[in-house]
Structure formats: structure tokens, C-alpha cells
């Protein structure tokens, strides 16, 4: 198979494990490595569900490249995130909606 063919397969199996949910809002009381966090996976979040037409390989490359670049290292900053708060409860909730594991997706 060729690249292209085998991303856009990646990219809608993404799609179909519910990465087009809607995302936690970030509370100004969050700290702020939760907000940096929330506001980098949200974006990550927004790309992974922006599938174009197949034939359409320039904006492919162009979704493809932001996936790459807001979703990489985010899997290890919600579970450092996730241990880090382990006793704050309002943290943790914040955190709950995010998905492990989408970058070996």
C-alpha cells in the first residue's frame, strides 16, 4: 500500500475511536502545565477528526503534519499529568476525558 492510502486509514480509525468528541474546558484555575496540557490536546483533538477527500493530498499532508506536531508527547503529559494530580480530584476530572494512548493509534 502506498503512504498516503495507508495515513488516510490511520487517520480514520482515529476517527472511528471517537476522537471527534467534545473537549473538557479548561477552568483559569487549572494549573498551569493542565492548561497548556488541555489547550495542546485539544488542538491535537481538533486535527485528528479534520479528515479531507483522499485526492486532496496537499491538505492531507497539511492535517497530517498538525496531527504530528500537537499530538506528539501528549500520551506521556496526561499520564505524568494524571500521576502528578492523583489527589486532586478536580484535576483528575478535567483530565478524565482524554484519551490514553492516541499517539499508537
Do not use: W
Amino acid at each position: 500500500m502506498n503512504s498516503l492510502l495507508l495515513r488516510t486509514i490511520s487517520i480514520l480509525l482515529l476517527l472511528a475511536a471517537g476522537a471527534c468528541s467534545a473537549p473538557p474546558v479548561a477552568s483559569p484555575a487549572s494549573p498551569e502545565d493542565v492548561q497548556s496540557f488541555m489547550a495542546e490536546r485539544d488542538l491535537c483533538d481538533h486535527f485528528r477528526g479534520e479528515i479531507p477527500d483522499p485526492e486532496d493530498s496537499q491538505r492531507m499532508d497539511e492535517v497530517i503534519s498538525a496531527i504530528d506536531r500537537h499530538c506528539t508527547g501528549t500520551d506521556a503529559r496526561l499520564d505524568a499529568l494524571r500521576a502528578k494530580y492523583a489527589d486532586r480530584a478536580e484535576i483528575l476530572s478535567r483530565l478524565a476525558p482524554y484519551e490514553s494512548g492516541v499517539e499508537a493509534r
